[in-house]
């Protein structure tokens, strides 16, 4: 009987204890939500009339060339990030956790260190290094007599969107790493040991060993991937803007001056509405086609 009683009293504390965080994750997230889709079905443009219109904004969406423009750069940056981060974060793991790394602690911390840094201070730095003047990838180029690969990097509409996706890869690459290498160390070190006295070193254990045990670990990522790189913002507007013209314009940013530059408020929370169905759509397909091949 007490047994029982000391049961419902910790599951009735538990549930004391998950109030405040369900409070702030409802205030924080759902009911910005659901005023964002009440938002999406009227005209409302800031002031104090909202005139509801149904899904006329929905229907728009579907034919603006310039929201999918933008769904196309953030699927871009998307596939880059998820390639090349992902790929050298389960390497530089493998290499970490290899006994024949030498100052693991200082490599690891250089890596993750950009990850605490603003996005605005990352953007000035990319910026400056991608100056056609004066920029460090331009000089080092001409330095070894690649001149015909010198451009200005954020002024060209074929290679913008490339140009802003690699401060993305290297602030966050830590992220990704730090996860791998805590799914790695849960790995028992006999399953290693057995691998290495069957001849199963260095490439073959990271592919057949490593990468097996932790691909669950690998999908959560790039779920995690998926939800962020379709929210990027601060990086783009700090870079290019969303130029030249609107070659490097993302969702977010497309959502952020249609409501507050063009104070076409009705239809930008019909946008974020539109990022959030993509977005989620995303993650879907993506756990879907894991599910399958696995």
Not at 28 to 53: C, E, H, Q, R
Not at 72 to 86: A, D, E, G, R, S
Request: hydrophobic share 50%.
């Amino acid at each position: 009987m007490n047994h029982g009683n000391s049961l419902r009293i910790k599951k009735s504390t538990l549930l004391w204890l998950l109030v405040p965080s369900i409070a702030i994750y409802t205030f924080v997230m759902i009911i910005p939500l659901i005023l964002s889709f009440y938002y999406s079905l009227t005209d409302w443009t800031g002031g104090p009339t909202k005139a509801f219109i149904g899904f006329d904004n929905y229907r728009f969406l579907m034919k603006d060339s310039l929201f999918w423009e933008s769904f196309h750069n953030n699927l871009i940056i998307l596939l880059f990030t998820i390639v090349f981060q992902m790929s050298l974060a389960f390497i530089l793991t493998s290499l970490f956790m290899s006994k024949a790394m030498r100052l693991k602690e200082f490599h690891r911390t250089v890596i993750f260190f950009p990850v605490v840094l603003s996005a605005v201070v990352v953007g000035f730095i990319w910026q400056m290094m991608y100056s056609q003047d004066y920029g460090i990838v331009n000089t080092v180029l001409k330095s070894v007599g690649l001149d015909s690969y010198i451009m200005p990097w954020l002024d060209d509409p074929k290679v913008v969107i490339y140009a802003v996706t690699l401060p993305l890869i290297w602030q966050f690459l830590g992220i990704p790493m730090i996860i791998f290498m805590s799914a790695v160390q849960g790995i028992s070190k006999d399953i290693y040991e057995t691998c290495e006295l069957d001849g199963c070193t260095g490439i073959k254990k990271a592919i057949y060993i490593t990468f097996p045990l932790i691909y669950d670990t690998i999908k959560v990522v790039i779920m995690l991937s998926i939800s962020s790189n379709m929210l990027v913002f601060s990086h783009i507007y700090v870079l290019t803007g969303g130029g030249p013209g609107t070659s490097s314009m993302v969702l977010a940013q497309y959502a952020y001056k249609t409501s507050f530059t063009s104070m076409q408020l009705g239809y930008g929370s019909a946008v974020t509405i539109g990022m959030f169905i993509l977005s989620f759509g995303l993650v879907l397909v993506f756990k879907w086609l894991a599910e399958v091949k696995k």
